[in-house]
């Protein structure tokens, strides 16, 4: 039973078996809040909703977070339940669910409510640095909620551009090439806009495509600037394809 209940969020939206359900829900009946969240996660990937609610409350009312993230993102796009969810996301940030740290902090944050912004962003960013490390370092650069400090974004973004923030990355690149608050340096400006594009930031393609175009930070290149902006426009046609087939199938 404990076995079957170690099965991960992750598992569970493959192929599971009818066997593996049935042993999953025994040991959700038995009172196993791993597979509570699991068997919601996986009514959650096959849209069945009304089967995901009841497990996701379940395992939120034995002290799951992962419970409360998942009725979180269930109720927050329902028409009417978003205050609802505001509720189950207060609750889920205090068991410590990153999401819902990072859900509410964002919904202050847009709300220019700093104070309550601020320590929930910080708290998201500290389990997925790569999350909302670009919010919580402009708070820092502007001084939103917490005094200023640029030495604080910079490390926030270096930390979540290394996980994969391409947004983070390209704002480390801002701040080294424009000095801000740090001596400028267009070679390490060179370096973060570079880490931007290959994470597949677009804009960071193309201002990547001009500095070796122009020799700035890196040594001037003329067939590496091509290639840059090839790539630039050639994410930027795939990207458009995308949303064209996103909204003829809305």
């Not at 480390?172 to 931007?196: E, K, M, N, Q």
């Amino acid at each position: 039973m404990w076995a079957v209940a170690k099965i991960t969020w992750a598992d569970a939206r493959g192929a599971v078996t009818p066997r593996v359900l049935k042993l999953l829900r025994l040991a959700a009946r038995a009172g196993n809040r791993t597979a509570m969240w699991n068997l919601g996660g996986y009514y959650m990937q096959k849209r069945d909703q009304h089967q995901a609610v009841p497990w996701l409350t379940r395992a939120a009312k034995a002290g799951s977070r992962h419970g409360f993230r998942g009725l979180v993102e269930i109720y927050r796009r329902r028409p009417g339940k978003r205050k609802f969810a505001r509720k189950l996301a207060r609750a889920g940030a205090r068991a410590g669910s990153a999401r819902c740290q990072e859900w509410l902090g964002l919904y202050y944050l847009k709300k220019a409510r700093y104070k309550r912004a601020f320590p929930l962003l910080k708290q998201a960013w500290l389990q997925v640095p790569r999350a909302v490390g670009y919010n919580l370092a402009c708070m820092y650069l502007n001084g939103d909620g917490t005094p200023r400090n640029v030495k604080a974004a910079v490390r926030i973004l270096r930390v979540s551009a290394l996980a994969g923030s391409a947004g983070s990355a390209a704002e480390l690149a801002s701040i080294f090439y424009r000095g801000t608050g740090v001596p400028r340096d267009y070679r390490r400006a060179f370096r973060w806009i570079h880490c931007g594009a290959r994470l597949g930031k677009l804009s960071a393609m193309w201002t990547t495509a001009s500095l070796y175009r122009h020799g700035i930070g890196v040594h001037q290149s003329a067939q590496m600037s091509r290639y840059w902006l090839a790539r630039y426009r050639m994410a930027k046609a795939m990207r458009a394809k995308a949303a064209g087939r996103g909204a003829a199938g809305g």
